[in-house]
């Protein structure tokens, strides 16, 4: 398998505009994470899926964010509109279950670099 | 307020020398905890995993030690090598939670 595929794997945008980050997650996982790196607070956990359902989206900063599974293989996060703020790197990551057990765990994208001018 | 705590944001270690690096919490409900390491210009790769019933696991080079008194674990590597050198993310979550919270990492130079 590929592995998880994100794109673009770089994004420089000027604020106010609107960006998607795509995902495409391993085949067979049915939890899709999207997660958020910055310097000063590490990995967050934005939002994650199981079987297409968004679960928990309590970690989306605000209403400007979004985020979509329409089917297995394929999610979105958007910004609408951006800002400068947003600056950092999106991973997505998939599952095959939580990741709780001893033998599974969430697999991560290289991540999309996201900068707002 | 962050659950998860790396409270150094770099180390630097020789070649052949121990690394340890370390993660607090402060949720008494976590109970598995996971190092993940990640290279630049790449998504951080799964490193090792420990749950609460046990307060030492090992992987080779790599052990992870917890104390749950403490609700502190750490990471240890030894003898450490060059290619260690990465950014370490320690996460803690528990079976109900169904994610995890992640420290902000700490950066790690093995120097040759």
């Known amino acids: 398998d590929a592995g998880v595929i994100q794109s673009p794997r770089h994004e420089v945008t000027e604020m106010g505009q609107e960006v998607t980050l795509r995902c495409k997650p391993i085949s067979g996982h049915d939890y899709l994470f999207w997660y958020r790196q910055t310097m000063m607070r590490g990995l967050e956990l934005l939002i994650y899926?199981?079987?297409?359902?968004?679960?928990?989206d309590s970690g989306m900063p605000e209403d400007r964010f979004s985020a979509k599974m329409p089917n297995a293989s394929f999610s979105t996060l958007k910004i609408q509109p951006s800002e400068p703020r947003d600056s950092a790197v999106y991973f997505c990551?998939?599952?095959?279950?939580?990741?709780?057990?001893?033998?599974?765990?969430?697999?991560f994208g290289p991540g999309t670099r996201l900068t707002v001018l | 307020d962050q659950q998860v705590k790396q409270n150094s944001p770099s180390l630097s270690v020789q070649e052949g020398r121990i690394s340890i690096l370390n993660c607090d919490y402060t949720n008494s409900m976590f109970d598995y905890f996971l190092w993940y390491k990640k290279y630049p210009a790449e998504g951080p790769t799964f490193l090792i995993s420990?749950?609460?019933?046990?307060d030492k696991n090992e992987d080779g080079r790599f052990t992870v030690f917890l104390n749950k008194s403490a609700k502190h674990l750490s990471l240890h590597i030894v003898p450490s090598q060059p290619g260690d050198s990465a950014v370490y993310f320690c996460?803690?979550?528990?079976?109900?939670?169904?994610?995890?919270?992640f420290g902000s990492g700490t950066k790690l130079n093995v120097k040759p």
């Open positions: 899926f199981n079987n297409n359902v968004p679960i928990d």
């Open positions: 990551a998939s599952s095959p279950s939580p990741g709780l057990g001893l033998t599974d765990t969430q697999y």
């Open positions: 420990i749950s609460s019933i046990k």
């Open positions: 996460a803690a979550s528990a079976k109900n939670f169904n994610k995890f919270y």
